[in-house]
């Protein structure tokens, strides 16, 4: 039996992307308005980890719709897209949709840890990892009040901190 040390990384550095993309996708407009794009798109950013729910259905994780299976491909992105633009008729929101869900897996495949992403699922059920893997994979549950999970929040801060920096930084608005 195949057993992971922990199952994704702390989240902030998918927070990040999606605060990232926020702001970029909104621009310098009404607070309101950035503030909701930003919440939303950081949303976005954590969907493909909705497969956790597969260890409650006793899923194996290594199935290809356990954690990090089908979710974490680049099919599931497009979906996520495709379904942004028969929502909103907006193909700028669909492109922002899947490329923001689609980084989910590739900073999943940059940590030490777990089964890698079926990045190219339902083509290949292989579960992938970067050749390097700069951040620590995040324990499980209270596992994060550890030494390790204090060492995975300190990488994720320090390497996402400046798209952070970007999305949250206040601009001034240009001159009408």
């Known amino acids: 039996m195949l057993v992971a040390k922990g199952d994704g990384t702390a989240s902030f550095g998918h ?3 999606g605060l990232a993309a926020g702001r970029a996708f909104t621009g310098v407009a ?3 308005r950035l503030a909701l794009s930003m919440a939303g798109f950081s949303a976005l950013s954590l969907l493909p980890d909705a497969d956790v729910i597969a260890f409650a259905l ?3 994780y290594g199935d290809p719709f ?3 299976g089908a979710t974490h491909s680049i099919a599931f992105a497009v979906v996520c897209g495709v379904i942004a633009f028969a929502l909103r008729r907006d193909a700028r929101l669909a492109v ?3 490329v923001v869900v689609v980084t989910h897996p590739l900073l999943d495949m940059l940590t030490d840890g ?3 992403c079926a990045l190219f699922f339902p083509f290949s059920n292989a579960r992938l990892f970067w050749p390097v893997q700069p951040i620590p994979v995040a ?3 209270a596992g994060m009040l550890s030494a390790r999970g204090v ?3 300190l990488t994720e801060l320090v390497l996402f901190a400046p798209l952070a920096l970007y999305a949250l930084f206040p601009r001034r608005r240009a001159a009408p």
């Open 15 to 17: 927070i990040a992307v």
């Open 30 to 32: 009404e607070r309101r």
């Open 58 to 60: 006793r899923i194996p």
């Open 66 to 68: 356990g954690h990090r």
């Open 96 to 98: 922002f949709t899947g």
């Open 114 to 116: 777990g089964l890698g």
């Open 139 to 141: 324990p499980i549950g």
């Open 151 to 153: 060492t995975v929040v």
